[in-house]
Nanobody, 126 residues
Framework: VQLQASGGGLVQAGDSLRLSCAAS????????MGWFRQAPGKEREFVAS????????WYSDSVKGRFTVSRDNHKNTMWLQMDSLKPEDTAVYYC????????????????????WGHGTLVTVSS
């Protein structure tokens, strides 16, 4: 499985961005998918996760109500709609794929995911 994240860029506080994650290869083996981010000098942190059917989603407290994760399995693509962006959202955003459905006790853990994309940089200026 290969993952390619795109859509990052430089925006101002309050703006919106939509990130995409395109999967290729053995995509039929993918179940859960997620977004993580890593700011300079900080550890990678969980942002959002979505189940195979898209009926279950999780968000970190810092993005809940502002970000929306979605996916289209026919297009092998996952998106992250980011609204009301803040300077603290500045980070490299990574998409990840899980070969099993996300579990409530591990969806936020990087090691629960089996494949990772290279990341896309989001910079939010104040």
């Amino acid at each position: 499985v290969q993952l390619q994240a795109s859509g990052g860029g430089l925006v101002q506080a309050g703006d919106s961005l939509r990130l995409s994650c395109a999967a290729s290869g053995r995509t039929f083996s993918i179940y859960g998918m997620g977004w993580f981010r890593q700011a300079p000098g900080k550890e990678r942190e969980f942002v959002a996760s979505i189940s195979y059917d898209g009926d279950i989603t999780w968000y970190s407290d810092s993005v809940k109500g502002r970000f929306t994760v979605s996916r289209d399995n026919h297009k092998n693509t996952m998106w992250l709609q980011m609204d009301s962006l803040k300077p603290e959202d500045t980070a490299v955003y990574y998409c990840a794929a899980d070969l099993s459905e996300p579990r409530s006790d591990s969806y936020y853990l990087p090691h629960a995911y089996d494949y990772w994309g290279h990341g896309t940089l989001v910079t939010v200026s104040s």
